[in-house]
């Protein structure tokens, strides 16, 4: 049978740096990081779980709450999130949080039939999430933070990444502008607006309140706004939308409307899933760093299983400006 020893060796690292790598790769450096992963995969290293179990008293089970899997951002972040997991020698529990799921989750923490739960879609209003809070249950929010929530949260720079979107507008004369955003009880579509926003009053862009429209975080609600920003006699010339779906419906809207992206309008999205990349969008976008989102979220997981009376811990990742054809790739500095 092959052991960590074996991984270790061939991996030219200790056997307890092979273990953090199972855990999730706290405090390893990336190229050591991807190293021992691919001696764990040449060696074909099989995690044995029922003796960890015996052994840590521990089921080896995190669970994922997450929501609108039709919304690709999530599957895309449960796709890495998993991988981490399995990494770490921990199967992935999932629940939907529309409906009973959030609940669920949190009385699986309560009669340990899992060692954590990883919130994706955490708001202020959750009550299960206050629940587990107060009980002080091994909770994780990934992607949605909640202000002055004391639990482990890891998020995007969401008010710094939209701010660079202003920013990049008005180096290129796009002054005439509108904000798509995204439900405003949740933190990314909270700080994403207010991060355009400001740096918008700040270099004195033209955006009218009318021009600043909250909804879901849809395809749906993306087409229908846009169409209404294009309906008037003074449309924008420069379109932020909260994520990349909604940014999908406005330049579907555009499309129908016979509007050319960039040439009457720009537009930018946020999250960079794979679909922004595709040619039929091409779409400028705010990246976030999903792996490294996942990564974190793991991390403060089993160290918050390992140290449940550690102080919570809050990090916030960078984001990027990654320039495509719907700005008619205009520099991004």
């Not at 270790?8 to 405090?27: C, H, I, K, M, P």
């Not at 960079?272 to 989102?293: N, P």
């Amino acid at each position: 049978m092959v052991t960590s020893r074996d991984v270790a060796r061939l991996a030219g690292v200790s056997q307890a740096t092979v273990s953090r790598v199972l855990r999730g790769g706290a405090n390893v450096s990336q190229e050591t990081y991807e190293r021992v992963r691919r001696a764990l995969a040449e060696v074909g290293y099989v995690p044995n779980q029922a003796a960890r179990t015996m052994r840590t008293k521990r089921t080896g089970r995190i669970g994922v709450v997450t929501a609108r899997l039709t919304n690709p951002f999530y599957p895309e972040l449960l796709d890495s999130l998993t991988a981490e997991l399995d990494a770490a020698e921990y199967r992935t529990v999932l629940w939907n949080s529309e409906g009973p799921g959030e609940e669920s989750a949190v009385e699986a923490i309560r009669q340990r039939a899992v060692d954590a739960v990883i919130f994706t879609t955490a708001t202020a209003r959750s009550r299960p999430l206050l629940e587990a809070m107060e009980k002080g249950a091994p909770v994780v929010l990934v992607n949605r933070g909640v202000a002055g929530m004391p639990v482990d949260q890891v998020t995007s720079d969401n008010e710094g990444g939209a701010a660079a979107v202003a920013e990049y507008f008005a180096r290129h004369g796009r002054t005439r502008v509108a904000v798509l955003g995204g439900l405003q009880d949740a933190s990314t579509g909270v700080e994403r607006k207010r991060g355009f926003v400001r740096a918008a009053r700040r270099l004195g862009l033209d955006l009218p309140n009318d021009f600043l429209v909250t909804g879901e975080f849809s395809h749906e609600d993306g087409r229908a706004a846009m169409q209404a920003l294009l309906d008037r006699d003074d449309p924008p010339t420069a379109v932020f939308c909260a994520n990349d779906l909604i940014a999908f419906g406005a330049a579907d809207a555009a499309r129908s409307a016979g509007v050319r992206i960039p040439d009457d309008v720009w537009l930018v999205g946020f999250d960079d899933i794979e679909m922004a990349r595709w040619s039929a969008y091409d779409l400028t976008t705010v990246r976030q760093e999903i792996r490294l989102l996942a990564r974190a979220a793991v991390d403060l997981a089993l160290t918050r299983i390992a140290e449940p009376r550690r102080p919570v811990e809050s990090r916030v990742l960078a984001c990027e400006l990654i320039v495509r054809g719907s700005t008619g790739n205009a520099p991004a500095s």
